[in-house]
């Protein structure tokens, strides 16, 4: 297998037309001009992230597996630095996403303690 290339964001910015589209996910490149007539989601949401790092719009709408695969299909490379926007526009949403789990537990341990209390 070939090396990927990697690509700036500068030159990734550049694909940001609806026949030359590219996308950054995840710190890897992806060429998604042809997929954008067969995204379920439509073709305007992908190409509102044109040229962009849409590790964020990607993620927040919870894609499936499946999703995942045909994004491995669209490959072109990876991005020059790895992923120094996916920290930025992820964080958020990662806490977003951990914060119910603590909330989750505590409120098992408090409805076990209380069940517990009134058992004995
Ligand atoms: C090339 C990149 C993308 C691929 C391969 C892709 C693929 C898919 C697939 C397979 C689905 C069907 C549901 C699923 O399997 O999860 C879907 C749904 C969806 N996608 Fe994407 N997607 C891409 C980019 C985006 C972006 C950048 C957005 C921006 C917000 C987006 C928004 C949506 C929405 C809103 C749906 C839900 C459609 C519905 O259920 O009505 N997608 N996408």
Same mark, same amino acid.
């Given at each position: 297998?070939?090396?990927?290339? /990697?690509?700036?964001?500068?030159?990734?910015? @550049?694909?940001?037309?609806? =026949?030359?589209?590219?996308?950054?996910?995840?710190?890897?490149? &992806?060429?998604?001009?042809?997929?954008? =007539?067969?995204? $379920?989601?439509?073709?305007?949401?992908?190409? =509102?992230?044109?040229?962009?790092?849409?590790?964020? $719009?990607? =993620?927040?709408?919870?894609? /499936?597996?499946? #999703?995942?695969?045909?994004?491995?299909? *669209?490959?072109?490379?990876? *991005?020059?630095?790895?992923? +120094?926007?996916? @920290?930025?526009?992820?964080?958020? @949403?990662?806490?977003?996403? @951990?914060? +119910? *789990? +603590?909330?989750? !537990? #505590?409120?098992?341990?408090? !409805?076990?303690?209380?069940?517990? &209390?009134?058992?004995?």
């Amino acid at each position: 297998m070939s090396e990927l290339k /990697s690509y700036t964001f500068e030159e990734v910015a @550049q694909h940001n037309t609806r =026949d030359d589209l590219w996308i950054i996910y995840e710190g890897k490149v &992806y060429d998604a001009s042809g997929y954008l =007539d067969e995204h $379920p989601g439509g073709e305007e949401v992908i190409i =509102d992230c044109a040229g962009t790092d849409a590790t964020g $719009p990607f =993620d927040d709408i919870g894609h /499936s597996e499946d #999703a995942r695969e045909v994004l491995d299909g *669209l490959l072109v490379g990876n *991005l020059e630095g790895g992923a +120094p926007v996916k @920290q930025a526009s992820t964080s958020s @949403q990662i806490s977003g996403e @951990q914060s +119910p *789990l +603590p909330m989750i !537990i #505590a409120g098992l341990v408090v !409805i076990g303690a209380i069940t517990y &209390y009134y058992a004995i």
